[in-house]
């Protein structure tokens, strides 16, 4: 079943950020100047990660990756304050959601691995990205080895790691957006807009909550991402168990202490989603993966492939990012529609 609400969704997320937030972000103080609107002052100390960091100005030219990331800053308004962007090119159509413009105005640096000498290049003076987002200590890519050559970085809050090995996630996933949001406020000296997009956010996933299946009304559901010997899905702390629980769903994996993770089948057929939400990117497309869930024989007693209740979100959405909120919406749409079914 296609999903059926994503265009009003999206502008849902487009009024929320043109009209919760007003068109500037701030004045500037000259070029290249500190952010002075709202009466900010440096230096500001924020934390993240568990780590508390201090900043004297608000970076200028700051390096981000993957997609949720970059549209955290840029619904912040601040693609003045970026060098680029890096990004695979299957991260959906990037024309038509609330931030065309800045992406058309912010250098795509890269469609491959970021990697250090990328950032060297762009004159970064701070890179935005997050565990298994980009920092990776085996590719020699890590907040510790860009401090060696005077580069600082923020990691994104559902990335933390928690203690238990390179499990990662140490807050609610839409708690983790709000954080991050506030927390780029204070660096950028720009926490109005950050806010009021907390604000407006909250507003479209409480709205989106009281409409959505309770009680014994709320089917199972499982997020598939990919994978075919093993599924990769997501555990309590991705943005998608937010995302399913808001909606009205009662998230299969709720119990796994993680973010991204690879299950087993079994655990999958036991647990007996009714509902399937399919993570639209990569190689593999949504249909094949719907096509493979459908024809893959542990899975034909599955409730939700007996059924056909098979959901598609984009990538962008489920990542922790600003289209999180628009996200729950559009979800728990398609659960009313199949409980009607």
């Known amino acids: 079943m296609p999903n059926l609400v994503r265009p009003a969704a999206l502008a849902l997320a487009a009024a929320l950020v043109l009209t919760g937030c007003g068109a500037e972000v701030t004045s500037r103080e000259g070029e290249g100047g500190d952010a002075k609107a709202g009466g900010g002052r440096y230096p500001v100390t924020i934390e993240n990660c568990g780590q508390k960091k201090s900043y004297d100005k608000a970076p200028q030219r700051v390096v981000t990756n993957d997609v949720g990331i970059t549209e955290i800053m840029f619904a912040l308004g601040l693609e003045d304050r970026m060098a680029g962007y890096v990004m695979p090119d299957d991260r959906g159509d990037l024309a038509s959601v609330p931030w065309k ?84 406020g204070k660096i950028f000296d720009v926490d109005d807009r950050a806010e009021a997009l907390v604000a407006g956010f909250e507003k479209q996933v409480a709205e989106a909550e009281a409409k959505a299946l309770k009680g014994a009304d709320r089917p199972r559901v499982f997020l598939y991402d990919d994978g075919q010997d093993k599924p990769l899905t997501s555990g309590l702390y991705a943005g998608p168990h937010d995302i399913i629980t808001r909606a009205g769903g009662d998230h299969v994996m709720k119990d796994l202490k993680d973010s991204w993770a690879t299950v087993g089948w079994e655990t999958v057929v036991e647990r007996d989603p009714e ?52 996200a729950i919406d559009s979800l728990a749409a398609d659960l009313s529609t199949f409980s009607r079914g």
Do not use: H
């Open 101 to 184: 413009d800045a992406y058309q105005k912010t250098k795509w640096l890269s469609k491959k691995t970021i990697n250090k000498e990328l950032v060297l290049d762009a004159r970064a003076d701070l890179v935005f990205a997050g565990w298994n987002y980009g920092f990776n200590e085996g590719e020699g890519f890590s907040p510790a080895e860009l401090e060696k050559v005077g580069i600082d970085s923020y990691l994104l809050s559902e990335s933390c790691r928690n203690g238990q090995g390179k499990a990662r996630g140490v807050m609610p996933p839409l708690e983790a957006l709000y954080t991050d949001l506030r927390n780029l």
């Open 275 to 326: 509902v399937i939400v399919i993570n639209d990117y990569g190689d593999t497309t949504a249909d094949q993966k719907r096509k493979f869930l459908k024809s893959y024989p542990p899975l034909a007693g599955v409730s939700a492939v007996k059924n056909d209740r098979i959901v598609v979100l984009d990538y962008a959405e489920l990542v922790e990012s600003p289209r999180n909120p628009a």
